[in-house]
């Protein structure tokens, strides 16, 4: 990308994710890096054009003729969401990433960078999880709409690379967290929805807090800020069309059990944690490896986890009003 002008359209921009990713590119220009000044950066939420829809999806390239696209937008969920609605996650990512993708092609965007998940691979696997791993078996019940949606993704930048010779990627983040996160009760992932539902309990004085589950569960989390700085890298310097793990180390998987009593500290809740058993699991694990990134980017430095969390905890006290509650 060095040296052009380069217009970068994020689908996707009003989330979690896009947001972080707002957050960083704001920084570099007030820093005025070189990379600041060749770039201009539009980030869009669904307000902007419903990318469901083929010619809201083609009346926001026409308006913006990205030169590359980083794509986010999604219908995104934690584990009861996925488990309720399915099909809904099935069908409403298929229309988004084939509207997005077509778009991109028509629009002779020199590279998209779209979005899998670690949440994806097969339930009956060998650990860790990597790269060529994808499609190799059923995902976990629970998701199998949002996972097979997502494993399109990557047929469709292997369509369009060796029918086109387009550079369309992908990268595999595991579980992220962080501000302008989703906290709404029955949508979130678990994260937002701990600090969420701790705030209510600590206003409200009860002396225990349920964790759904058995809290046995294992997962790695990124924060948001820190895959921000990964998608930037990637736009900048991957030119693969294989997809990328974007994931902190195998080592620093943690159950949620650990989860909830990082969060607690965070917040100052001095009530016990409870588990309540008669809610689902979901997958047990889906340990990821980032061999790849750590041979391509060896000094990246993620956010320690605790201090990940106790940011998060003071963003959600501060935006409670304003954030998606
Ligand atoms: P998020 O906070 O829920 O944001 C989703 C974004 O998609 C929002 O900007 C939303 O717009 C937009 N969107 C949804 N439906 C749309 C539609 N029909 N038309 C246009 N835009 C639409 O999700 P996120 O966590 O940032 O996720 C970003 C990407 O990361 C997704 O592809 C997701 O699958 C992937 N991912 C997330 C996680 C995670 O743990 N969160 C883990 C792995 C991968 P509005 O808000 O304006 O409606
Ligand atoms: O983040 P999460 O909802 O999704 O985490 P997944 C679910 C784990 O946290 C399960 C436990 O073990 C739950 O039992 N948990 C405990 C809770 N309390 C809560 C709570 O209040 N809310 C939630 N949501 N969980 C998702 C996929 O799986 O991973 C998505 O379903 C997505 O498709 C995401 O891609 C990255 O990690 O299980």
Not at 243 to 248: E, K
Not at 260 to 277: F, L, P, R, S
Not at 293 to 304: A, E, W
Request: charged share 25%.
């Amino acid at each position: 990308m060095s040296g052009e002008k380069s217009v970068i359209l994020v689908t996707g921009g009003s989330g979690l994710v896009g947001q972080a990713i707002k957050t960083v590119v704001d920084n570099e220009k007030r820093q005025a890096t070189e990379n600041s000044k060749n770039e201009i950066w539009i980030f869009c939420g669904s307000k902007d054009g419903d990318l469901r829809d083929k010619s809201a999806t083609e009346a926001l390239f026409e308006k913006y003729k990205p030169t590359h696209v980083i794509h986010l937008a999604a219908m995104v969920g934690g584990l009861f969401h996925n488990m309720a609605h399915n099909l809904d996650f099935f069908r409403e990512n298929m229309a988004i990433n084939d509207n997005v993708l077509h778009a991109s092609f028509r629009y002779k965007v020199k590279k998209v960078v779209s979005c899998l998940s670690t949440c994806i691979f097969p339930d009956k696997t060998s650990y860790p999880i990597d790269e060529t791993m994808v499609h190799n078996g059923p995902p976990h019940d629970s998701n199998y709409g949002y996972s097979y949606a997502k494993r399109m993704i990557d047929v469709l930048n292997r369509g369009y690379h060796l029918q086109h010779g387009c550079t369309f990627t992908s990268v595999i983040p595991c579980n992220v967290f962080g501000p302008h996160d989703n906290f709404r009760l029955e949508t979130s992932h678990v994260i937002p929805a701990l600090i969420r539902r701790m705030d209510d309990v600590m206003q409200n004085g009860e002396p225990t807090f349920s964790v759904m589950g058995t809290g046995k569960p294992r997962r790695q989390f990124i924060y948001s800020l820190d895959l921000a700085k990964l998608f930037l890298w990637v736009l900048r310097n991957y030119e693969n069309v294989e997809p990328i793990m974007l994931s902190v180390d195998e080592d620093d998987e943690l159950p949620i059990s650990a989860v909830a009593e990082t969060i607690k500290q965070a917040h100052g809740y001095t009530g016990d944690i409870v588990y309540d058993t008669s809610k689902a699991d979901g997958q047990y694990k889906k340990t990821a490896s980032n061999k790849k990134l750590r041979s391509l980017y060896k000094d990246f430095k993620f956010t320690p986890f605790q201090v990940a969390i106790t940011e998060t905890v003071a963003w959600f006290k501060q935006n409670r009003e304003s954030a998606r509650t």
